[in-house]
């Protein structure tokens, strides 16, 4: 039995990110990008806006928890900006 790996990078090999990529971190970590609309089902629904159309992120069941996601999100993607500024020191020995 042959296996077959592929890693695939979401940077273009020298260590940057690509540009609409960076822009559409920095749209995802503003709110006011962000919407929730009730489905038919009842459900919550998080979508954000990418410049063009309005892309779903999640589902959940209320609306707190959906604001929840939300945030976590903008969290999330506020600290892959800063990571992609370059390493981080974390601790230094003398």
Known sequence: MTYFYRTVTTSP???RIP???????EAITV?????????P???YQAEYYDG?????VT???TIDSCEAAIDA???FDRRKLELAKGPVVVKTFE
Do not use: A, H
């Open 19 to 25: 540009e609409e990529t960076r822009k559409l971190w």
């Open 13 to 15: 090999g020298d260590g």
């Open 52 to 56: 063009e159309n309005w892309k779903d």
């Open 41 to 43: 089902n009842q459900y």
């Open 31 to 39: 709110k006011k990008n962000w919407r929730i609309v009730q489905l």
């Open 59 to 61: 589902r959940r069941e």
């Open 73 to 75: 999100s903008i969290e």
